[in-house]
């Protein structure tokens, strides 16, 4: 089976998604339909489940709501959850929700488990923070990183994290350090 899993995830995390990824708000996605016949170009048996309960599909804890998706490739499931949210990718309350906005979410919760197989997992790679090559050019002014004060608490903390992890852009991104930065925090985590 692990042989099947590196194979699926492989094939799939290998296809070139860049000119199929489109623009909405703030964020780049990819479409549900293209991603589902992406799939079924490759796995043609593929299929997907939306969970539901009582006949609900979607779960929800009395103040907003979410949907679960599985997709199988075979034998191979992988399932995902998103929240029900509004075009601000804020969770909406679940007296508010409505066929739409769950019907919205279901799609974009099987694009990201489809994901999970490999085809365009990274484009949420960070997902509480997107990666800057998938903001659309509106997010990344906004998202300008601001140069870090020396010997603060997410300095040091941005120091730590590259001695581990040595993928300095990666560090830079997820604490919105600027790229001014970079060698002072390489050359302190490597005294």
Known sequence: MDNKINSVFNELSSIDISNKIAEKGRYKYLS???????????????????HEKDGIPYFTDGKTAWVKVTVCIGELKRTQYLAIMNSQNKSIEVGSITSVDMNKSIQRCLVKAIALHGLGLHIYAGEDLPCEEYLTDEAKEEKKPELLPENTIAWNRAIEVYKSDKNLDKVL?????????????????NE
């Open 32 to 50: 549900w339909s293209w991603a589902w016949s992406e799939l079924l170009n490759k796995y043609p048996l593929s299929t997907f489940e939306v």
């Open 173 to 189: 991104l997820h604490m919105r350090i600027s790229d001014e930065n970079k060698d002072k925090i390489k050359g302190l985590a």
